[in-house]
């Protein structure tokens, strides 16, 4: 390929790898992630604004919460690959099962 493509030496041929384990596999947003999104967004805007930093804004039990950055970088949390909410995400999402 770069002997076919390298007759012109104006302009090298480049070859490289992407490597598809950081590849981001996504589905487009619908009403329930735009709600959820705008949701997210206002609670952060409303936070900042308060003087709050070194958060993240998430909901749990149906609440709106801003969690510290240090309780969730101070940790290393895996998905199974193989469990039940795994396989919920990729029903919910559409995406094939590529594991």
């Not at 390929?1 to 490289?16: F, M, Q, V």
């Not at 996504?26 to 709050?52: E, I, P, R, T």
């Given at each position: 390929?770069?002997?076919?493509?390298?007759?012109?030496?104006?302009?090298?041929?480049?070859?490289?790898y992407?490597?598809?384990?950081?590849?981001?596999?996504?589905?487009?947003?619908?009403?329930?992630?735009?709600?959820?999104?705008?949701?997210?967004?206002?609670?952060?805007?409303?936070?900042?604004?308060?003087?709050?930093?070194g958060?993240?804004?998430?909901?749990?039990?149906?609440?709106?919460?801003?969690?510290?950055?240090?309780?969730?970088?101070?940790?290393?949390?895996?998905?199974?690959?193989?469990?039940?909410?795994?396989?919920?995400?990729?029903?919910?999402?559409?995406?094939?099962?590529?594991?």
């Open positions: 390929l770069n002997e076919r493509l390298g007759e012109d030496k104006s302009s090298a041929p480049t070859t490289r992407i490597d598809p384990s950081y590849m981001v596999r996504s589905v487009a947003a619908n009403v329930g992630d735009a709600q959820y999104c705008s949701l997210l967004a206002s609670q952060a805007v409303h936070a900042a604004f308060a003087g709050f930093t958060f993240t804004v998430g909901l749990i039990n149906n609440r709106s919460v801003l969690i510290p950055m240090w309780m969730i970088a101070g940790q290393n949390r895996k998905v199974d690959t193989s469990g039940r909410f795994w396989f919920r995400v990729l029903s919910s999402t559409g995406q094939p099962d590529l594991v």
